[in-house]
């Protein structure tokens, strides 16, 4: 069976649905592929068990992109409830808030050990590791060797399964961006005293000092799943179990060629004039003909896999987090998600709790390949040791893996990625790349839904005039003076320059 568009979209998820939804509202035709047999939204769907809702990694929805919000309320104008935002860190069997509160964490590290922390930060601000490009170089300059040591080094190494030394400074500068300790300790005292003062008009407001955000009240996949159904009343069309095989280019017809496989093998074509995809880039390059020069770049792009254990138990016992830390090395725990603290419509019984074990692994490593006992038995004895609750508390669990979860930030990402981007821009002007995987680029939610709605400008102007590789981590379009996407967006005063 053969199928045409205008536009096919690669992956139903946060940036791959938003691309769909805005060609559709524009009346453009357009076609989404999605893996995934029965759910659309990606690493932002919600999965259900018995009633009981799981977020696969947590998403905060904030954006300080009124563009994203305004899209946000359009997809899903009724649902969405305030949370208060906490979370916290588990170190050495206490519990560190984040953002730092100053005076609690001295409590809790002691005065020799708080001495030796500011100290080290002391000497680190004096005399900082020129250049930095790891990981381990950006943390050392920004908090010292010692803080980094207690509140970045393990957890880090627990996320990326690799050395904090063998990890980029990029991953650092975008996902610590705008903090740093003496900010902390300012916005801690001011917090404590009491003294906090409503936001300026543009100020800006750093991501992870926010104190409260949106959240749907039965989890992400209830705004995905509202834009597949937008997408379909305004003629789009959706396809689940389609996994790409391969996409051809004819340069002379300048039209794609996809041919996709369901889950029973059978395949299906599809034809269409603009490509956009979301899908792992390391996969798309190895599936188009004519192959690109930078296949063995592509070859090289990394990827983090991610597997959470959900465990229902019988318990009042409640804490206020929506997540926590867990910074013991004694433990192979990641973070611990309280979905009741994200909603309380995603635990359906109120004497039972839930909560979600988040263990970082490789595709095919032990604890991916283990089976779901024995990772529901690791979960139960962990969650023991931490003493969040009972593992004989625990009446129902769920085991839920998520591969390509993150792209690897390691030495070489960057260089791999401009080459590919460079080459697949050149010979595939029609070929449009958005999202986390899609760029190799890890971000949020907001930032991969930016990335989709200047790629749609580009496509309804049929030229390249944003450049989606510009959106910063806060989804904001900072180009040649535009500041703020709403403004790359409508601003008729300036204009960013052409993308390359």
């Known amino acids: 069976m053969s199928h045409h568009s205008e536009t096919l979209v690669i992956g ?19 076609a989404v592929l999605e893996r995934d047999p029965v759910q659309v939204g990606g690493i932002s ?34 649902d969405f409830i305030e949370r208060p935002r906490l979370s916290r860190i588990f170190y050495k069997g206490k519990y560190y808030a984040y953002p730092l509160k100053a005076f609690e964490a001295l409590r809790n590290l002691g005065l020799i050990e708080s001495a030796a922390c500011v100290a080290s930060y002391l000497y680190a601000r004096a005399r900082p590791i020129a250049e930095p490009k790891s990981f381990h170089d950006w943390v050392r300059n920004r908090f010292g060797e010692r803080l980094f040591s207690i509140f970045f080094k393990t957890y880090t190494e627990k996320v990326w399964g690799m050395s904090c ?89 300048m039209l794609w060629t996809v041919t996709a496989r369901g889950g029973d093998g059978t395949c299906e074509t599809f034809t269409a004039r603009n490509i956009v995809s979301s899908a792992p880039l390391r996969e798309l390059a190895g599936a188009i003909t004519p192959a690109p020069l930078s296949t063995f770049q592509a070859r090289a792009l990394q990827y983090r896999d991610f597997l959470t254990v ?50 970082f692994c490789f595709e095919g490593d032990g604890l991916w390949t283990a089976s779901d006992e024995d990772l ?34 390691d030495a070489d990402y960057k260089a791999h990625v401009a080459t590919i981007r460079r080459d697949l821009e050149r010979a595939y002007p029609s070929l449009h790349l958005v999202g986390r995987n899609g760029m190799h680029k890890y ?38 003076g535009v500041s703020g996407a709403a403004g790359a967006l409508t601003s008729e005063r300036q204009v960013p320059r052409r993308a390359a």
Request: hydrophobic content about 40%; overall charge neutral; proline content about 5%.
């Open 376 to 409: 529901i038995a690791l979960a139960k004895r962990e969650i023991g040791q931490i003493g969040l609750i009972r593992p004989e508390d625990v009446v129902d669990a769920c085991v839920v893996r998520q591969p390509k979860a993150y792209p690897v930030y």
């Open 310 to 359: 959900a465990l229902i138990a019988r318990s009042t016992k409640d804490f206020p987090d929506n997540w926590i830390y867990i910074h013991d090395p004694k433990v192979q725990v990641g973070r611990v998600q309280n979905f009741r603290s994200w909603s309380p419509e995603m635990v359906p019984h109120a004497d039972h709790t839930c909560l979600g074990l988040e263990y």
């Open 12 to 30: 139903a998820g946060p940036a791959g649905l938003t691309a769909a939804y805005l060609l559709a509202k524009a009346g453009r035709s357009v």
């Open 165 to 253: 030394d063998d990890i980029s400074a990029d991953w650092a500068a975008q996902r610590i961006n705008g903090l740093d300790l003496g900010a902390a300790i300012r916005d801690a005292l001011v917090r404590s005293l009491g003294l906090r003062k409503a936001p300026r008009a543009g100020e800006p407001v750093i991501k992870t000092l926010i104190e409260s955000f949106r959240y749907p009240r039965k989890g992400p996949g209830m705004m995905w799943e509202a834009a597949a159904a937008k997408v379909r009343a305004k003629g789009g069309t959706l396809h689940l179990d389609r996994g790409v095989d391969r996409l051809h280019y004819d340069s002379r017809t």
């Open 45 to 78: 769907r919600t999965v259900s068990h018995n009633g009981y809702l799981f977020d696969i990694g947590g998403h905060r929805f904030f954006s300080k992109s009124k563009a994203v919000v305004d899209l946000w309320d359009e997809l899903l104008p009724d």
């Open 443 to 480: 971000n949020n939610q907001d930032h991969a839904m930016m990335t989709a709605m200047l790629t749609v400008e580009n496509i309804l102007s049929g030229e390249r005039r944003y450049d989606p590789w510009c959106v910063n981590e806060d989804a904001e379009y900072t180009e040649a």
